[in-house]
């Protein structure tokens, strides 16, 4: 998962190029870790109102349409999502990574919400390749981490290959989006299934099933925020960046 990043940054050949980059580089890291430098606040009763609106143009985009599942992912604003919007709404980097991202998913919008559509997966999950990848089709080497995801969707090669896609030294077809998109929708599906909630779908899409049913045997809860709340998710708050990315994607003025 990447978060406002937007390309590899070059190696330098002069010592003062170099000095620039590091201070780039830490601070990117300083507000990834902190949002220390916020210019905006985005209070509890303004991320209601951007509920309510997004709920809205759901409802108008369901009515006008057929196929996914649009309104049946359950979007909250409590304190987890709260503070995702502050850091995406919030900030100076968070707005240009979030108009970005927007920009060029409305290149991807047609075939993904159509593959949405095609899986009955709800239509607000055309946000999640914007915390994945910011919408980017990243390859392996420009993850710019430790991961080894890929593709648009970020998919673990393993399980590249448990939905059927080739990746080897050749080919790569995580870096297929329409391939990529159609085995992001199986595997939402399936831990739907399995799970019964969509928000368990998409946390054991970040973490894994296993994590998510250890979690829920755990717990004896089969709700998303208690169990990530007991430690059970992968990337931390990845659901409520999500969510925050759904109420961003529908008031999209609040990046401006």
Not at 94 to 99: D, H, K, L, N, V
Not at 144 to 154: E, F, K
Not at 245 to 250: G, Q, R, S
């Given at each position: 998962m990447?978060?406002?990043?937007?390309?590899?940054?070059?190696?330098?050949?002069?010592l003062?190029?170099?000095?620039?980059?590091?201070?780039?580089?830490?601070?990117?890291?300083s507000?990834?870790?902190?949002?220390?430098?916020q210019d905006?606040?985005v209070?509890q009763?303004?991320a209601?109102?951007?509920?309510?609106?997004?709920?809205?143009?759901t409802r108008?985009?369901?009515?006008?349409?057929?196929?996914s599942s649009?309104?049946?992912?359950?979007v909250?604003?409590?304190e987890?999502?709260?503070?995702?919007?502050n850091r995406?709404i919030?900030?100076?980097?968070?707005?240009?990574?979030?108009?970005?991202?927007?920009?060029?998913?409305?290149?991807?919008?047609p075939?993904?919400?159509?593959?949405?559509?095609?899986?009955?997966?709800?239509?607000?999950?055309?946000?999640?390749?914007?915390?994945?990848?910011?919408y980017?089709?990243?390859?392996?080497a420009?993850t710019?981490?430790?991961?080894?995801?890929?593709?648009?969707?970020?998919f673990?090669?393993?399980?590249?290959r448990?939905?059927?896609?080739?990746?080897?030294?050749?080919?790569d077809?995580?870096?297929?989006?329409?391939?990529?998109?159609?085995?992001?929708?199986?595997?939402?599906?399936?831990n739907?299934?399995?799970?019964?909630?969509?928000?368990?779908?998409?946390?054991?899409?970040n973490?894994?099933?296993?994590?998510?049913?250890n979690?829920?045997?755990?717990?004896?809860s089969?709700?998303?925020?208690?169990?990530i709340?007991?430690?059970?998710?992968?990337?931390?708050?990845?659901l409520?960046k999500?969510?925050a990315?759904?109420?961003?994607?529908?008031n999209?003025?609040?990046?401006?």
């Open positions: 990447m978060l406002f990043q937007e390309s590899r940054i070059p190696k330098r050949a002069f003062i190029s170099g000095l620039v980059a590091m201070i780039a580089v830490l601070t990117a890291t507000f990834a870790a902190t949002g220390l430098v905006r606040r209070s009763q303004q209601e109102k951007l509920l309510a609106r997004s709920e809205s143009a108008r985009q369901s009515a006008s349409s057929e196929g649009a309104g049946e992912f359950p909250v604003v409590n987890r999502v709260l503070r995702q919007l995406y919030g900030t100076p980097e968070g707005r240009e990574f979030m108009r970005r991202a927007l920009a060029r998913m409305e290149n991807e919008r075939a993904i919400e159509r593959a949405l559509a095609k899986y009955g997966v709800p239509r607000e999950l055309i946000a999640m390749p914007i915390i994945e990848s910011g980017q089709n990243l390859s392996q420009e710019q981490s430790n991961s080894t995801a890929a593709g648009l969707w970020q673990m090669p393993r399980t590249a448990i939905f059927g896609l080739r990746v080897d030294k050749i080919v077809e995580r870096m297929n989006v329409p391939i990529l998109t159609d085995a992001a929708m199986r595997y939402l599906v399936a739907k299934m399995r799970f019964q909630d969509w928000a368990l779908s998409v946390s054991a899409y973490s894994g099933e296993e994590r998510i049913q979690g829920i045997d755990k717990t004896g089969r709700d998303a925020w208690t169990l709340g007991r430690g059970f998710e992968g990337d931390h708050d990845y409520a999500v969510m990315a759904i109420l961003i994607m529908n999209p003025e609040t990046v401006q």
